[in-house]
């Protein structure tokens, strides 16, 4: 924290445990003290999915193995992206306990926070599987961690984000369309679209926001008349003292264009959008940004438990004691915990043969799986909610 101007902990202040719990490292002085250090294995689980989510989506796992590599223990976890349900193991580790104890917060942290963000982005995402949704809530997050944010949004099946750091981290171009202020400062809409054409580059499709000053029906017509044939789309963001209904302004934005010859043209909106907003818009509506609703999404409640030391099965009260493995089945999306020694189980719905999703990333302090672009991780999210939306798990 020394020297650093921003109120956020940097990689190295992680590292030396800055922002672990107090007690993880006093409980880290008196073992050491003793002369103790005992083999354990223990294992993150959800006891719930926030607002009464049936399944959540892992996410966060990068920053974590990046946290553990190097340290003499063994992970393994699902993959980023995998769909998880409350009660069963997305991650363990294997260790000698003083070896890793004091980094539970910070490993908690990363998973807790990603995996909100991810699984809140994927519920959004179930209402639009065929039409792109964005991140926008960049800003009503802390900005240091604005790229965490926009990474977890978009493996949880956002489109495409809005800030330049976290769209590089992806490797994504970022998205955006143009500010109120943009509008304001140059005075008068029309100008502002016609100078928006003449100066952004060829590629950036021409997204007209048209309710500073206008009523949203006219504002189109002022944005088609402005690019003509250039206009690509244009973005709603009405205020919600004005939203009335909200379908009939859109309606009636859509008929306007169509009849004079804009049927092309696309409808975006933003401002206050959640699922449910998505859901009941999605036929009259062509892309979605998303804001505060995924930036500050509920966090999953990961706990981490030792479930077995030196060898033996042993838990606190209300946790099941011993190594475990998830089965999933690829079929109806059925998941089983089973004891990690089990014969790979058949599906009790479908009997189909189950996978089990629990895979070794980090062995004795080495990486041997190496780090997984966002697209694949995104790619497992979406054909899940593809899944889901067949076999009508939501
Ligand atoms: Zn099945």
Not at 9 to 18: H, M, P, Q, S, V
Not at 38 to 67: D, H, K, M, Q, W
Not at 142 to 162: F, K, L, N, T
Not at 315 to 341: I, M
Request: aromatic share 10%; hydrophobic share 40%; glycine share 10%.
């Amino acid at each position: 924290m020394k020297g650093n101007p921003f109120f956020y902990a940097d990689e190295d202040d992680i590292r030396k445990g800055l922002v672990a719990d107090v007690y993880f490292l006093r409980g880290k002085k008196i073992m050491e003290s003793l002369g103790l250090n005992p083999l354990v294995y223990g294992e993150v689980t959800a006891s719930g999915i926030p607002e009464n989510g049936s399944f959540g989506i892992f996410c966060g796992l990068e920053e974590v193995l990046r946290l553990l590599e190097g340290l003499p223990v063994t992970v393994k976890a699902m993959p980023e992206g995998s769909l998880f349900y409350p009660g069963e193991p997305v991650l363990s580790i294997e260790g000698a306990y003083n070896d890793f104890g004091i980094f539970e917060t910070a490993f908690l942290g990363f998973l807790c926070f990603s995996s909100g963000i991810a699984t809140k982005s994927a519920r959004m995402k179930l209402n639009c599987l065929d039409k792109p949704v964005y991140s926008f809530g960049a800003r009503r997050t802390h900005p240091s961690i604005a790229p965490a944010v926009e990474r977890a949004a978009y493996i949880g099946g956002c489109d495409g984000v809005a800030t330049i750091a976290a769209a590089e981290i992806l490797g994504l171009k970022p998205v955006g369309t143009m500010a109120h202020a943009y509008i304001i400062a140059i005075g008068d809409p029309k100008e502002a679209y016609i100078n928006y054409d003449r100066f952004i580059d060829e590629d950036i499709p021409r997204v007209a926001l048209i309710d500073t000053f206008e009523d949203e029906k006219f504002g189109a017509l002022t944005a088609a008349e402005a690019l003509g044939e250039r206009l690509y789309a244009v973005r709603l963001d009405t205020p919600g003292s004005r939203r009335g209904n909200f379908r009939k302004i859109i309606e009636e934005v859509r008929w306007e264009l169509n009849l004079r010859g804009y049927s092309n043209v696309k409808i975006f909106i933003s401002g206050g959008i959640d699922e449910n907003t998505v859901k009941e818009l999605y036929e009259i509506v062509d892309a979605f940004g998303i804001g505060t609703a995924i930036s500050n999404a509920r966090v999953i409640d990961f706990s981490f438990d030792i479930v077995e030391k030196e060898g033996k099965p042993i838990a606190k009260r209300g946790k099941k004691s011993g190594r475990k493995q998830v089965y999933e089945c690829k079929d109806c999306l059925k998941h089983r915990v089973l004891p990690e020694e089990s014969e790979i189980p058949t599906c009790p719905e479908c009997l189909s043969k189950m996978e089990p999703l629990l895979l070794t990333y980090i062995d004795g302090g080495l990486r041997i799986v190496k780090e997984e672009k966002p697209q694949f991780s995104r790619d497992r999210t979406i054909k899940y909610l593809r899944k889901i939306k067949e076999v009508s798990l939501d």
